[in-house]
């Protein structure tokens, strides 16, 4: 564990003045490009699978609700589709298989990362991550869905250590006023590695062969790896170049876990109620989030009928708006805690409540926008704008409940909120047999149930103070104080 009394070597001084910017915020930079590659690699595959399947039949539904081609298509090449007879079930089915990985190495990873650093626990499974992207299309060719089903179970395993090794990060690195603040930066590389993997793969697959999708984003994702290994470092007191100014400062705003920390206190964990309004509100945002970033781009090809670049684009402006609100709503976060507006709990709440009640609106009145093409796409745009606000509400709320297990906290929550990455985009599959507005209405409707009792469960128990169980006490009784 890091020695905050521990000098720094000479060598690392004279080289920390090559630095502007503060080690902190390239540390966020880069914990931005971690989340953002990790996004890419994993949606990409939501807008290839519409040029890998043979497309549908749309002649045979007279009476339910088909939009027509847009406008820009040209069906000789954008709805040929492709040689895979994958059902929706199916198609289903290799969407949600990520999650299954995905949810298994939460837990060990946060585990890890509060004991060894965030640094190594994050960047190897990007890594290998990035190598099974590159091995997607083999697997596809010469293994079908069976094999593409394992290979993305596996991609879920190297990606699941993501989200606990980088809120053990932030908690060795930013002082809690800033947390808003760099927490959304880091965050939003979700919302914009969604962006960029909508867009580019549309303009890939208009252009090129399939298979580049999935090579462009690994190999980006193999440069973030060489770079961040050279950049960043699990701790400011591990770090041999950071400026002994910014490192005497993160000293004193925040203080090293302490080397001798008890085990993870499991039962004061899982038997905390705050921490289950926390599930709760996790289980609601993955719930939309998740059916949104697995099948927004199948339904702009199959509902709305966009042409594949149209559908790049436009599957990727909901994620701009989220992306802004996300930051905004950080530094709005902030202010009001550091003016002592309202308390971090109260924050917390009203940021998660419109992260949740929003969106469950919106969603469903998209749903009975039909074939609208603009005004669905404004929707879902305003949607996932303010879905964004979670960023700064309950997505925080590990690292203001517990700075010294927050990779565990993160673990826990993110990895429970994770099954319903496998079983939203698979219901969804069992839902819309026929992908038609009727059946996706029906969907929308459950999500708009799942996002409010949950959004409610957070609002009446959550809390943004630190727990008893932060100092490795296995209880949730409040310490009398001396």
Not at 331 to 359: E, H, W, Y
Not at 363 to 368: E, H, I, K, L, T
Request: glycine fraction near 8%; charge should be neutral.
């Amino acid at each position: 564990m890091a020695d905050p009394t521990k000098e720094q070597p000479e060598w690392g001084i004279k080289l920390s003045k090559f630095f502007v910017i503060p080690q902190r915020w390239i540390l966020a930079i880069m914990g931005f490009f971690a989340i953002f590659n990790a996004y890419t690699m994993r949606i990409c595959l939501s807008q290839a699978i519409t040029v890998l399947v043979v497309k549908r039949n749309y002649t045979i539904f007279h009476t339910e609700a088909i939009c027509e081609p847009d406008a820009e298509s040209d069906p000789a090449s954008s709805f040929d589709g492709g040689d895979y007879d994958w059902s929706q079930e199916k198609q289903g089915l290799i969407l949600a298989s990520f999650y299954i990985g995905y949810i298994v190495t939460h837990l060990p990873g946060g585990i890890l990362a509060d004991k060894f650093g965030g640094k190594w626990t994050l960047s190897l499974g990007i890594f290998f991550t990035a190598i099974f992207t590159l091995l997607t299309p083999v697997c596809i060719v010469y293994g079908g869905a069976d094999a593409l089903i394992v290979l993305r179970v596996l991609m879920g395993l190297g990606e699941g250590t993501t989200f606990p090794a980088l809120s053990v990060l932030l908690a060795s690195w930013v002082p809690a006023n800033e947390r808003g603040m760099l927490g959304a930066l880091v965050l939003g590389g979700g919302q914009m590695g969604s962006i960029a993997g909508n867009i580019i793969s549309g303009y890939v697959l208009s252009s090129m062969d399939w298979p580049w999708v999935f090579y462009v984003f690994a190999i980006i994702a193999l440069v973030w790896f060489v770079i961040f290994t050279l950049l960043c470092f699990s701790s400011p007191f591990t770090h041999p170049y950071i400026k002994p100014e910014e490192r005497a400062f993160l000293a004193q705003e925040v203080p090293p876990p302490d080397k001798n920390k008890p085990k993870t206190p499991f039962f004061a964990i899982l038997t905390n109620i705050p921490m289950w309004a926390l599930i709760s509100a996790q289980i609601g945002h993955d719930w939309g989030f998740y059916i949104m970033v697995s099948y927004l781009p199948k339904y702009m090809s199959d509902v709305l009928r966009f042409s594949i670049k149209s559908n790049g684009l436009y599957s990727s402006l909901p994620y701009v708006t989220m992306w802004i609100m996300s930051l905004a709503s950080g530094c709005v976060a902030d202010q009001m805690i550091k003016r002592n507006c309202m308390s971090t709990t109260n924050t917390r709440k009203i940021m998660t409540g419109l992260a949740a009640f929003g969106p469950a609106v919106f969603m469903v009145a998209a749903s009975y926008a039909g074939c609208n093409r603009g005004l669905v796409v404004a929707l879902f745009t305003i949607t996932m704008g303010l879905m964004g606000t979670y960023y700064a509400g309950m997505k925080l709320t590990p690292l203001d409940m517990s700075p010294n297990y927050a990779g565990t906290l993160m673990a826990v929550t993110n990895g429970i909120g994770a099954i319903t990455g496998v079983v939203s985009p698979y219901l969804v599959g069992v839902m819309t047999p026929n992908a038609t507005l009727l059946e996706w209405r029906l969907v929308f409707w459950v999500a708009f149930a799942v996002l409010v009792i949950t959004a409610i469960v957070y609002c009446i128990w959550a809390s943004g103070e630190v727990q008893p169980f932060n100092d490795g006490t296995n209880s949730n009784k409040k310490k009398d104080a001396a």
